[in-house]
């Protein structure tokens, strides 16, 4: 854990060193010229001691895992890392404030710095104490830690044997299997296939999911099939010729001989030997926890790959070493569904009963447990193991039932649980880990969106620069990372197949938990916390609180670095305070909270890089806002503010603005919401990504194409006669995905003739030419190639816009509302190959649809909503059968019973409203 406050203080120093900010400090404090360079190569000095720590500790921390010198040694580290930013803050706090207001300021307006402010002298003088601190800790480590290891500082004894008695554990639970029957029967199938290639097979999934035990199940059955056999146990800090060693003694455990001769082999004779035995052999090899493509690269390289039918099952929890298996040989392990979690459970809780069946009076409280377990087995089995010693009376499985939390993380019976899942966070890279703890600082269940939790770590400085991409390109790289290493769970992929939202194990969110507070990394706050608000992290993240808590008193706030509310039940009396008391805050999430005014003191949170007031009831931004200059995220969107501050235009780093109020939820109206105007100086905000969104006016669009960095873009109240500017500043966004644009009303034309390679999804609210689909280049197949999202509203077409349409075959979703007044929609064979969601809602006078055999292949949605003129079931409905979703949406009574007829909809489920 201390590596994560290392790096993060190193880069905060980064940021305090680097060239523009210091030749900035050097013209603000050029009298103190000696003090200054003095305290800038303090500081260079402290940073270089703390990446050399750092890049250490990546490799030690997993070999000391049991060694309580070095725990202890670690958290004074972390101690000396957190003061160490806390100066590099003082330090910026106090540039900020010198380079913004200037010393005059306060002179003229009788205002004096707060008291708090260290001055230049004492954050140099600090500075000098952390270097010799971290100097004093090299040399304590130096003299101490060693003799614990008996001097080797590479001992990896500890890992490898937690390791491999986890494994052990794991394939003794081969017989408490349930709900694996069609994983065990592909897995034989996959073991007696007469396919004589050798084949590499893949078991996949998070820790604690069963992938041993299920291995280990079939090996016992499936072995005597072959004609030698062996497994073996990889950690990450395996030593190959152990492996191979190991791997020759199983296969060979009958020849003593050979045995013997193979004690003196180099690793080159080993995987000469291992060769030449496996050849001419029909072998079946497990590689039980493989953590690495390259770890399975070298083991693999010894194994023979003969002709004879032999089998190689790697187990795994990372979706990279999966991808090593032959074609279509993953197996892909889910946890397990609420039956066969209930029957695993009563089977580990209740062995002696009759067919494992719970007491009447325990049962409920035995189904909330197990539903603790989100189908782990590990987890299932552990604690129904624990519960089965326990009385059975309410009283006590009440108790375990409110303290289950605890008793995972405390309880040494259930160490295997911690183990096995705890491994998988000490594998993490470092950057990996502080993405991963802040997930876990969610309420259970909590479903993660990908650009919030973008826009979050990008603020909280986890993210780091690599080449082009922007910071956002990188978080999502770290979120495919978390998923391919199964520490999320992905719940859905938007409509082209993009990762959406995710949620966190409940036991693996439990544990993370435990760590985040351990380590001062971050805490919680809900409704079953006892006791005053106590901030003993650097972050806070506050769930639902009953009334009585919401007044009680704060403390350590000062230290808060993250405030993130979750509803409108924060303590009134903590704002005002997060405004003066903790001035170096870097995230200020208050969505949904019910305060009206944001306090001019913003202007002194010179470290506040996201300001979230979504859906408050704040009415105005106060002038100071313009001081904000390291802003990146601005979320204004379903507040009660109006219109924007000029100064608003300063805020050069600006990344993603939502400033967009919503008038009817249903967006059935032409005009559903209305965005802000952008004063005077738009073309400042350079580095804007994201404008949610932008009233169309003459001087913004003017500058509209200065911001080229632009990824999403609103347009509300958009003239026919803007439709030529704004397409001129459209070309100069050549990362423009999202782009939506609403017309003044229902009868301004919007005619956007441009060409935008990477537009991803389009939406036009407002009236479309005769002909546009045909020759704007956005609805072409050449112009429009990556267009995965069409939506089409009020668009007024007479002629059917599918023939047109159709040419754009990368189409994953289409919307049509109010955008076509003909009659008829035919949707003929091969068109929309891709198409997953089609929704056609308030077209009045269409009366037929007809879908052809082979149109819209891959369909998964289809919603049709108030079309008030069809008066029988779409012809060639049942081509589209089955599929998941059916919806029909205010329907006549008439119509309904037409639908209860249709044979070709009976054995989907469907969904229907009827019209008032």
């Not at 201390?2 to 400090?25: S, W």
């Not at 707060?114 to 003299?143: D, G, H, M, Y």
């Not at 939406?763 to 995965?788: I, K, M, T, W």
Request: net charge neutral; charged share 25%.
């Amino acid at each position: 854990m201390a590596e994560i406050v290392i790096l993060l203080a190193i880069q905060k120093i980064g940021i305090a060193l680097a060239k523009g900010a210091a030749d900035q400090v050097s013209l603000q404090f050029a009298k103190y010229g000696t003090q200054l360079l003095e305290l800038q190569g303090s500081m260079g000095r402290v940073a270089m001691e703390l990446r050399v720590m750092h890049d250490v500790l990546c490799q030690m921390d997993i070999r000391n895992r049991n060694n309580q010198v070095y725990e202890g040694w670690l958290e004074e580290v972390q101690k000396v890392a957190y003061v160490m930013e806390d100066m590099v803050d003082e330090y910026l706090y106090l540039v900020g404030q010198e380079h913004d207001i200037g010393c005059c300021f306060f002179l003229k307006k009788g205002f004096k710095k707060p008291r708090s402010l260290l001055s230049l002298n004492q954050i140099a003088f600090k500075v000098k104490e952390i270097e010799k601190n971290l100097s004093c800790l090299s040399e304590t480590k130096n003299r101490w830690v060693p003799m614990i290891n008996n001097g080797d500082t590479s001992n990896s004894n500890y890992i490898v044997k937690r390791s491999q008695d986890l494994a052990n554990i794991s394939r003794s639970l081969d017989e408490d299997l349930v709900g694996v029957d069609k994983n065990r029967e592909k897995l034989e199938q996959w073991l007696g296939a007469n396919d004589l290639e050798c084949s590499v097979i893949a078991l996949l999934g998070m820790g604690g999911l069963g992938k041993t035990a299920l291995a280990a199940n079939v090996y016992k059955k499936e072995r005597e099939k072959f004609q030698c056999y062996a497994w073996v146990s990889i950690s990450q800090t395996y030593s190959r010729e152990d492996v191979l060693r190991n791997i020759i003694k199983e296969l060979l455990k009958d020849n003593v001989s050979v045995l013997s001769s193979t004690l003196a082999m180099d690793i080159m004779s080993l995987e000469e030997t291992l060769k030449i035995y496996l050849e001419q052999r029909k072998y079946l090899i497990i590689l039980d926890d493989v953590w690495t493509p390259e770890a399975f690269d070298d083991l693999s390289g010894a194994l023979a790959r003969n002709d004879k039918g032999s089998r190689l099952i790697i187990t795994t929890r990372e979706n990279r070493v999966a991808a090593l298996a032959s074609q279509g040989h993953i197996l892909t392990l889910e946890a397990l569904q609420k039956d066969k979690a209930w029957d695993l459970f009563c089977k580990k809780a209740f062995p002696k009963d009759t067919n494992h069946e719970c007491p009447t009076e325990l049962k409920p409280l035995s189904e909330e447990i197990a539903s603790k377990c989100k189908g782990l087995p590990l987890a299932i089995v552990s604690i129904g193991s624990l519960l089965r010693v326990r009385e059975k009376t309410m009283e006590e499985w009440r108790r375990i039932n409110d303290q289950l939390s605890w008793e995972i993380i405390n309880n040494s019976r259930l160490d295997h649980i911690r183990n096995v899942l705890y491994l998988s966070f000490v594998y993490l890279p470092t950057y990996l880990k502080s993405c991963f703890l802040y997930c876990s600082l969610f309420p259970e269940d909590y479903v993660l969106h990908r650009k919030q939790l973008a826009r979050l770590w990008a603020a909280e400085g986890f993210v780091e620069e690599r080449g082009e991409s922007t910071l956002e390109e990188v978080a999502e790289g770290y979120l495919k990372e978390l998923v391919d290493r199964n520490m999320l769970q992905l719940v859905e992929r938007n409509t082209f197949g993009r990762m959406k939202t995710f949620r966190m194990h409940d036991i693996l969110r439990d544990l993370a938990l435990d760590l985040c507070q351990k380590n001062c990394f971050g805490v919680t706050y809900d409704s079953k916390c006892e006791g005053s608000l106590e901030m003993v992290g650097r972050r806070l993240v506050v769930h639902k609180l009953k009334k009585k808590k919401k007044n009680q008193p704060i403390s350590g706030i000062h230290q808060l670095r993250t405030v993130i509310t979750l509803d409108n039940s924060m303590p009134s009396s903590t704002i005002p305070l997060l405004f003066t008391e903790s001035r170096y805050i870097t995230v200020l999430e208050l969505r949904g909270l019910p305060i009206e005014e944001i306090p001019e003191a913003i202007g002194d949170l010179f470290n506040l890089r996201h300001l979230g007031l979504r859906g408050s009831k704040v009415k105005m931004l106060p002038k100071s806002i313009e001081k904000l200059s390291n802003l990146l995220t601005l979320d204004l969107y379903e507040s009660d503010i109006h219109e924007l501050p000029s100064g608003i235009v300063k805020l050069k780093k600006l990344r993603h603005l939502f400033a967009e109020r919503v008038i009817d939820p249903t967006c059935r109206e032409f005009k559903w919401g209305s965005g802000m105007c952008i004063p005077n100086g738009l073309g400042n905000l350079t580095n804007l990504q994201t404008l949610q969104a932008l009233e169309a006016q003459d001087e913004s669009l003017r500058h509209l194409g200065e911001l080229r960095q632009m990824r999403s873009l609103r347009l509300w109240n958009v003239k026919g006669t803007y439709c030529g500017l704004i397409g001129e500043s459209l070309v100069q966004m050549q990362y423009l995905a999202y782009l939506d644009v609403a017309a003044s009303d229902k009868n301004e034309v919007l005619s956007l003739n441009v060409c935008l390679p990477s537009l991803q999804k389009l939406s036009l609210r407002g009236r479309l030419a005769e002909g546009a689909l045909d020759e704007s280049p956005l609805f072409q197949a050449v112009g429009g190639q990556n267009l995965y999202e069409l939506s089409l509203y009020w668009s007024q077409l007479r002629e059917d816009p599918l023939p047109s349409l159709s040419r754009l075959s990368n189409l994953t979703c289409l919307r049509l509302m109010r955008a076509y007044n003909g009659e008829q929609l035919a949707f003929l064979t091969g068109w929309f190959p891709k198409l997953k969601v089609l929704w056609l809602r308030d077209l009045p006078n269409l009366n037929r649809l007809e879908i052809q055999e082979g149109a819209m292949a891959s369909l998964e949605r289809l919603v049709l909503s108030n079309l008030r003129s069809m008066t029988e079931v779409p012809a060639g409905i049942e081509f589209l059968m089955p599929i998941q979703y059916l919806a029909f949406w205010q329907i006549t009574g008439d119509f309904l019973a037409l639908l209860r007829q249709c044979s070709a909809i009976q054995l989907t489920q469907w969904k229907h409203t009827l019209r008032r």
